[in-house]
C-alpha cells in the first residue's frame, strides 16, 4: 500500500524560505511533483520531477521554486525561497507510477504572510 508522508509546512514572512519534503512509500514513483491549492481556487501544478531528472515548473514559481527528488529514499522536496503572499496555499505532494496510479499526500499548508 502506497503511504506519502509530508512534512515542512509552516508560517513564513514575506522574502523567506521553506523546505516541503514527501517521503513515499510502495512502488517505485515514474513522476514525484508538488500542487498546491489556495482557497476558492482550483489545485494546480507547482513542480513535477521525473526519475530521470527532468524537471517542469509553473511559470509562477520558476527561478523561486527547486524540486528534486532522493531515488533511494522514494522522498521529493520542494525549495522554497523568495515566498510570497499568492504562495499561500496547501501543498499536496503527488507520486505516479509507471502504470499511471496516482497517489495523493494528505497536504501540508504554507502561510505566507505580508
Known sequence: QVQLVESGGGLVQT???LRLSCAASGS???IMGWYRQ???????SVAIISSGGSTNYADSVKGRFTISRDNAKNTVYLQMNSLKPEDTAVYYCNVKTIWSETYWGQGTQVTVSS
Do not use: I, Y
Open 15 to 17: 522574502g523567506g524560505s
Open 28 to 30: 517505485p514513483f515514474h
Open 38 to 44: 489556495a482557497p476558492g481556487k482550483q489545485r494546480e
